[in-house]
Nanobody, 119 residues
Framework: QMQLVESGGGLVQPGGSLRLSCAAS????????MGWFRQAPGKQRELVAI???????NYRDSVKGRSTISRDYAENTVYLQMNSLKTEDTAVYYC?????????????WGQGTQVTVSS
């Protein structure tokens, strides 16, 4: 039973910064893709950033240049550093992971952490 636990969310003023963390545990095999999605009220869940086991990274355009995803493979943890936050970044942020070939098509999700950008 793989578990993903997020931390680091909270209330921040526009222009501020947050660093989200997601620690995985209980996975028998190495994680393939790990990353972050977000969902605002009334909107679809959308990709923020992902990083593969090969180190390939993909950001959505609206966060590119002000966000950095990183991964500590030894600690089974992924981070998302977000700077210059905007009110449009307000959402529940969900950690994502999958095991690739070892578990085709299976998606693992964290419980979500609220990020609120407001003055």
């Amino acid at each position: 039973q793989m578990q993903l636990v997020e931390s680091g969310g909270g209330l921040v003023q526009p222009g501020g910064s947050l660093r989200l963390s997601c620690a995985a545990s209980g996975n028998r095999y190495s994680i393939n893709i790990m990353g972050w999605f977000r969902q605002a009220p009334g909107k679809q869940r959308e990709l923020v950033a992902i990083i593969t086991s090969d180190g390939k990274i993909n950001y959505r355009d609206s966060v590119k240049g002000r966000s950095t995803i990183s991964r500590d493979y030894a600690e089974n943890t992924v981070y998302l550093q977000m700077n210059s936050l905007k009110t449009e970044d307000t959402a529940v942020y969900y950690c994502y992971a999958d095991l690739g070939w070892y578990e085709p098509g299976v998606q693992h999700w964290g419980q979500g952490t609220q990020v609120t950008v407001s003055s």
